[in-house]
Antibody, heavy 118, light 110 residues
Framework: EVQLVESGGGLVQPGGSLRLSCAAS????????MSWARQAPGKGLDWVAH????????SYVDSVKGRFTISRDNAKSSLYLQMNSLRAEDTAVYYC???????????WGQGALVTVSS | QSALTQPPSASGSPGQSVAISCTGT?????????VSWYQQHPGKVPKLLMY???KRPSGVPDRFSGSKSGNTASLTVSGLQAEDEADYYC??????????FGGGTKVTVL
């Protein structure tokens, strides 16, 4: 059974940093592209970042470029999101997601809440 | 990286059909057959309903169908059931490993 379990969420002050982790199991992690998506309270889904299976290609939504870094450790079947210079508008539930094109985002974690507030 | 445009709401009676549109541009929806759809019930995690415009993952009922014409993709739910009441989001590949979601459509079963 595919499982994606996020950790590392919490309350952080504006300008602060946080690192999210996602532990993957039930599939060969090193074969799959992975993404982070987020959903602000009461709002829609936003794609945040994407990383190739081997970790060498990464892409980001414009609003987080230069502040967020996606990475992975295939030996540990883990995905990460380092978030720096956090802003109030980054407050959201962050989802670890498997896949992308062509097969869509087929598995989602339960999400980690990140709250940016003073 | 502008969000795809979806109607905020749609509704139908049980047994009826409802169609949800998802309008993008020639750089995303119009450029690639990599449109996917997600269903999200309140307080739940999004679930993949459709990928590559019209392909259904295993376990998704064939009441759900997808199509695309030009810069607009559509999801149709036929034979509407009470459990179909949820939020629906489209997503498109936008090139260079970038993706964009739609704003979401709340489907109400009357």
């Amino acid at each position: 059974e595919v499982q994606l379990v996020e950790s590392g969420g919490g309350l952080v002050q504006p300008g602060g940093s946080l690192r999210l982790s996602c532990a993957a199991s039930g599939f060969t992690f090193s074969y799959y592209w992975m993404s982070w998506a987020r959903q602000a309270p009461g709002k829609g889904l936003d794609w945040v970042a994407h990383i190739k299976a081997d970790g060498y290609e990464k892409s980001y939504v414009d609003s987080v470029k230069g502040r967020f870094t996606i990475s992975r450790d295939n030996a540990k079947s883990s995905l990460y999101l380092q978030m720096n210079s956090l802003r109030a508008e980054d407050t959201a539930v962050y989802y670890c997601v498997r896949g992308g094109q062509p097969g869509g985002f087929d598995y989602w974690g339960q999400g980690a809440l990140v709250t940016v507030s003073s | 990286q502008s969000a795809l445009t979806q109607p905020p709401s749609a509704s139908g009676s049980p047994g009826q059909s409802v169609a949800i549109s998802c309008t993008g541009t020639s750089s995303d929806v119009g450029a690639y057959n990599y449109v996917s759809w997600y269903q999200q019930h309140p307080g739940k995690v999004p679930k993949l309903l459709m990928y590559e415009v019209s392909k259904r993952p295993s376990g998704v009922p064939d009441r759900f169908s997808g199509s695309k014409s030009g810069n607009t993709a559509s999801l149709t739910v036929s034979g509407l059931q009470a459990e179909d009441e949820a939020d629906y989001y489209c997503n498109s590949y936008a090139g260079s490993n970038n993706y964009v979601f739609g704003g979401g459509t709340k489907v109400t079963v009357l």
